[in-house]
């Protein structure tokens, strides 16, 4: 071979090899096509979380409508059990009393006998008794003034036992002041501006049907004293 053929030959491996090379894919990306990358990398990972999510949350979406019924049952025996509280179950057995009036008096002051034993209006101290339940007695004309403001009071005979006085002592409450009274001509006494119920006990014990009678008149007249004084600001002795 010459010298020119060789040369020729030479030229054309060498524009070949070039060729080769300019049509060979690039190894080293551009940043924008980086940058595609990692955008449809971050998007199949989301995918794959949320499919995963969703599977696990499909417990919690089924049991969120339970969870809602049972809230929902409570707060309506929850709304039940107050009306039924409230709402006396049972037959009045009290007797309405002639109103004597609201006089205030002082203490230890002359006044017209009461009309009903224990009285339930009428001529009155100045200072009330407040709620609640005490083993003394306190007089008539203090407690007169708290029916005024719409307590309701219970009268108790000493001589009725432990048991039932302890059963008083959880009746007592913001609306009830419980106070011995050997006055009484029957066991238990419960007094309303205006209305008096009286018994004695079965026993000596204060059963379930003396605690209802109790309950129910304390549903039915409490907060009706003609002075209106919310419950938990009743003051007094």
Known sequence: MDTNSEQQSIGSEEAKTIMGQ???PRSVSSPKDAYEQRRA??????EVGVGRG???GAPARLLRPLVWLVVAAVALYGLYALV???TPQTEDM??????MGQEHISVDAEHE???SNPPTSGPHYDTPAHPGFREEAIADENLVHSL???LIWIAY????GESAREALRDIAGSWVVVTAREANEHDIALAAWGWLDAFNLEGGVLDEVAEQRISDFIARYRGRGPEKIPAGQHGGI
């Open 41 to 46: 990398e971050k998007r199949a990972s989301q």
């Open 148 to 150: 005024e403001h719409g």
């Open 94 to 99: 009290s007797r309405a009393i002639p109103i």
């Open 54 to 56: 969703a599977s696990s």
């Open 113 to 115: 006998a009461y009309n």
């Open 157 to 160: 005979h000493p001589r009725i």
């Open 84 to 86: 039924r509280n409230n």
């Open 22 to 24: 300019e049509s060979a």
